[in-house]
């Protein structure tokens, strides 16, 4: 079954949106096309890589993703195709596809330059149309990724898809803020294993300059409400919320600022 999601920052009142879908049947007519969303922010790939690496571990097996979250469209940032265990990224070489790609086994990357698969005329600002689109409907014509270009290993990985550690600390940062107040940062559930982190504990965190200590919860209803704490949300990540109230407003977070993680 041929299933192709598109995820971009074009909004929904202009034509870009429709001609990726035009150009996707025009090769594939049988393919099955899923909007993750085209409302995330202009030009934000973090935003974009976080949407991207939550909605996609729940597509079937075999499902191609295109991505186009791309301020430097027309620059020498390469169009890639990247490979893992369960599904193909299409997308710009500028990290965005990265953060959901680690997450399901990175096989192979292949920067997209075979023109036999892409559009006859190539623009320089609407690469989602005429690269990133065919390259993920002719996937499904029976074509193998190999064909697309050759094989890289230099792609772009951004500090935010994978935080470090140092002597049981994990250094990581705001990945995203929900509609909720939910802090969620980019340390998942892998990276507190390997500090011995699990449900129950106490977690030291630091925000901007503040040391704060959170209960590592699992559902919002262990605390009173307008308590704060830790949860591993719905996608795997850990949170900082507050029950029924609004974490990033309580501690005055925003997207990108630092956090730091550690067993109390």
Do not use: W
């Not at 729940?58 to 940032?77: E, I, L, N, Q, W």
């Not at 140092?166 to 107040?181: A, C, M, T």
Request: with cysteine; hydrophobic share 45%.
């Amino acid at each position: 079954m041929a299933i192709i999601s598109l995820l971009s920052d074009f909004g929904l009142k202009d034509p870009y949106v429709a001609e990726m879908k035009a150009v996707i049947l025009s090769v594939c007519p049988e393919a099955r096309i899923v909007d993750i969303s085209h409302e995330i922010e202009k030009f934000d790939i973090r935003i974009g890589a976080f949407v991207l690496a939550s909605a996609a571990p729940f597509f079937p097996k075999g499902t191609a993703h295109v991505a186009v979250v791309d301020p430097g469209v027309g620059t020498k940032r390469r169009p890639i195709l990247v490979v893992t265990e369960r599904a193909f990224y299409v997308g710009p070489d500028n990290g965005l596809l990265m953060l959901a790609a680690q997450r399901l086994g990175i096989s192979h990357v292949y920067h997209v330059t075979n023109r036999k698969f892409l559009l006859s005329r190539i623009s320089k600002t609407f690469h989602g149309r005429d690269i990133f689109a065919p390259t993920a409907a002719y996937l499904f014509e029976g074509h193998a990724p190999s064909e697309f270009g050759s094989e890289i290993d230099d792609y772009v990985v951004p500090r935010f898809a994978k935080p470090s550690l140092s002597r049981s600390v994990l250094f990581g940062e705001v990945l995203y803020i929900d509609d909720f107040g939910n802090v969620i940062t980019n340390v998942s559930v892998k990276e507190l294993e390997k500090i011995c982190i699990k449900n129950g504990d106490i977690l030291r965190i630091k925000l901007k300059e503040d040391m704060i200590s959170l209960k590592l919860c699992t559902a919002y209803g262990e605390v009173k409400a307008k308590q704060p704490m830790a949860i591993i949300g719905s996608h795997g990540f850990l949170e900082i919320s507050v029950n029924q109230g609004n974490a990033a407003r309580r501690f005055e977070v925003e997207v990108r600022e630092p956090v730091e993680v550690s067993l109390s």
